[in-house]
């Protein structure tokens, strides 16, 4: 017999035994958290966006050894990574061009794992900017959640391998349930999902159809609540459209900049894009609510909480570019739980995001009225006084270029003719403003709470939109109708990204002499699906098709649209305004990283961000240059940014704005930067694989930088 022992070891006898079974069953599972303060665990820092990581041992005094720790080749440069990886627990996750999504140690760069969501003939591209990771309440399960074309998907952390108990095998289709059939709606969904509890949250979007924000149960996939962005008959809204049926056949209202959460108050917050088409409504009067608007609602039910449209009735797509920044803010002394919103007219509108007060100074100013037949330009929009913008509002005389004579004299013609001004309506006459590209941009900021401080990268291009009545394009004669397959050219917009001459533009290639590499059969497949960083337009009929890709094949086609009397106008393409050798046609700053002191709405120090290296050999100062990506802060006193066409990665004085450090990048960084501590040794990471909107070589690296 074992002996028992006396009644004095009796009660630490069963404590040491109590103790020893509560160790074994938290070590035996995963501690449950909300994310180790070491990781780069949402995409954007945090479930509210700040971008910022309390990690200081890359610092002021010694970025500038920063060297490079690891290099990880995807194996796929087929497109632009836009993907802000996670890091969680030493791995990266994230996405590649097509789509795979993978797991790479963070340490030293060796791949774990790889998910290809792709079925038999599905191909995947387009864009994916972000994935959410959830975890169970006792932490023995964990699942990334990530999208790929119209598909959500459930893929175990652990892995890599479809959570089959999900949807189908894993995976639901976003467009299951909506308005129109699915194979009408081409939603997709291109920014990061976000958790809150049991519930996975995803904004989406449609060039050709309403967009919505849903979420769905974490285990099933079931869908537990929508919220519709164009609102239905009987939802909040809905009489600020003129066309009672726009809500069916409308497009647009997209939520892909992205999703914040506020954990404690169970509220979820998203911005909006602008209705479609971009620049002509016709016969479509009013606000057009949520269009350009934040929104808040409750992120348990779905239900309305307040928002705000920050431009009615966009008619010069101005979209809120991206998701709106959670903090605290200091308001005449008194902290308030605060929402930042950056706009691509250089805003930044400040509220209490528990109530929707506006903190920022705005009042509505009257407009010009739209001079095109059958549009009805909202007759005020607001105006922002304070804070002061971090980009310029409104293209000048004293604006255009003087790096040369022959380039000013150019820019001095196309400024003549054409109108200037806040809010002048898209016109045959020509337009011409700053903000397409922003301002802001979807990378969006980053915020140093404790400081009171909000870094964002912004852009100063103008651009020259001109309109005109479809029933006259590509014609000498105006009594002349266009082809059939020019007129759904326009219909679904492609004119906006690939020219009215479809030349192409930046790093949007060309569509003429398709038919020395397609025939019509393998054109379609592509429009349907997607290439690159082209969406999926799969809701196209099929006479449509046909007619879109003769088209474009250049193949004779029979006359359409014979009424002159029709009025239906679209713009000639998005058309920078540029000088004859490429460059912007106005002063630089071209592109800006910005410092906003929110306690006094300042702008803190501004400075160019990016340069053209012949022009800075030639002795121009450095001008600055367009930029796509965000930047992030961390409590080392430093900001980090790529973003820009010379593809370098930066490090800048959080204080002062001054260099601090550099690098070349093998291909263009046109994301977001994620920071991470593995073993206490920190890293900036940063996916670099060209492409996008600026063009340039593509590649298909993810590096890692630390200190030796």
Request: charged share 20%; with cysteine.
């Amino acid at each position: 017999m074992i002996p028992l022992p006396n009644h004095k070891d009796v009660a630490l006898y069963y404590y040491i035994l109590l103790f020893s079974c509560l160790f074994l069953t938290h070590c035996g599972k995963k501690e449950s958290r909300k994310e180790f303060s070491t990781d780069w665990a949402f995409a954007g820092g945090d479930a509210g966006q700040q971008k910022f990581k309390k990690l200081s041992s890359i610092n002021r005094s010694n970025v500038h050894l920063l060297r490079e720790a690891w290099a990880y080749h995807s194996g796929d440069s087929s497109g632009n990574v836009q993907c802000n990886p996670l890091v969680i627990e030493g791995v990266m996750y994230a996405t590649t061009p097509a789509q795979h999504l993978i797991a790479v140690n963070a340490e030293n760069g060796k791949e774990i794992w790889r998910f290809n969501p792709a079925r038999r003939g599905e191909k995947f591209g387009g864009i994916n900017r972000g994935l959410a990771c959830w975890r169970s309440k006792n932490g023995d399960d964990e699942r990334l959640f990530y999208t790929a074309g119209g598909f959500l998907y459930a893929v175990a952390k652990e892995t890599g391998k479809p959570v089959l108990s999900f949807g189908d095998q894993g995976r639901i289709d976003l467009n299951d349930g909506l308005v129109k059939p699915k194979e009408q709606m081409a939603i997709t969904a291109p920014a990061a999902p976000i958790i809150f509890k049991d519930l996975v949250i995803v904004g989406t979007m449609s060039w050709s159809s309403p967009a919505n924000v849903s979420a769905y149960d974490v285990y099933s996939g079931k869908r537990q609540w929508l919220f519709n962005t164009i609102p239905h008959p009987g939802e909040r809204g809905y009489e600020t459209w003129g066309d009672s049926s726009f809500y069916r056949k409308g497009a647009g209202v997209n939520a892909w900049g992205g999703l914040a959460l506020d954990v404690e108050n169970g509220m979820v917050y998203f911005a909006t894009g602008q209705p479609k088409d971009d620049f002509y409504r016709g016969n479509n009067g009013g606000q057009q609510l949520f269009g350009n608007s934040v929104v808040a609602l409750d992120a348990g039910k779905g239900n309305y909480k307040w928002h705000y449209q920050a431009i009615h009735h966009d008619l010069w797509d101005l979209d809120l570019p991206c998701a709106p920044i959670l903090c605290m803010l200091e308001v005449k002394g008194e902290k308030v739980p605060g929402l930042i919103q950056l706009t691509k007219t250089g805003h930044v509108l400040l509220f209490n995001r528990l109530t929707g007060e506006i903190l920022s100074k705005v009042e509505e100013r009257p407009v010009p009225g739209s001079s095109l037949p059958g549009e009805h330009a909202y007759p005020t929009q607001p105006y922002v006084s304070w804070p002061e913008p971090f980009s310029r509002q409104i293209v000048t005389a004293e604006d255009l270029t003087d790096r040369t004579k022959e380039a000013r004299e150019y820019a001095q013609r196309i400024f003549k003719n054409a109108d200037a001004g806040w809010f002048v309506p898209p016109s045959e006459k020509g337009i011409i403003y700053y903000g397409i590209h922003g301002g802001a941009e979807w990378g969006g900021g980053a915020v140093d709470e404790s400081n009171q401080l909000l870094f964002v990268n912004a852009n100063e291009l103008p651009w020259v939109i001109h309109m005109q009545n479809v029933n006259q394009l590509n014609n000498t004669e105006s009594d002349r109708p266009i082809s059939a397959g020019n007129a759904v050219y326009l219909k679904m917009g492609c004119q906006s990204c690939h020219g009215g001459e479809r030349k192409g533009q930046g790093g949007i290639p060309a569509l003429t002499n398709l038919s020395k590499k397609y025939d019509q059969k393998g054109l379609s497949e592509i429009i349907r699906s997607g290439k690159n960083a082209m969406p999926a337009f799969a809701q196209i009929e099929e006479k449509d098709m046909q007619d879109l890709t003769s088209f474009l094949l250049d193949r004779q086609q029979q006359n359409l649209l014979s009424d002159k009397k029709q009025l239906i106008f679209r713009s000639l393409g998005y058309v920078k305004f540029l000088d004859p050798n490429g460059y912007p046609a106005v002063k630089p700053p071209w592109g800006t990283l910005n410092a906003v002191d929110l306690r006094s709405g300042k702008i803190k120090w501004k400075v160019p961000l990016g340069e053209y290296p012949e022009l800075t050999a030639a002795g121009f100062p450095i001008t600055g240059r367009e930029n796509f990506g965000g930047c992030i802060a961390t409590a080392g006193g430093l900001v980090f940014v790529a973003a820009t066409g010379d593809e370098k990665l930066r490090a800048f004085d959080r204080d002062t704005g001054k260099l601090l450090w550099e690098t070349k990048l093998p291909f263009g960084g046109y994301t977001t930067p994620s920071t991470y501590e593995v073993k206490g040794k920190q890293y900036v990471l940063i996916p670099a694989t060209g492409g996008g909107k600026l063009g340039g070589k593509t590649g298909d690296v993810y590096i890692a930088y630390t200190l030796p």
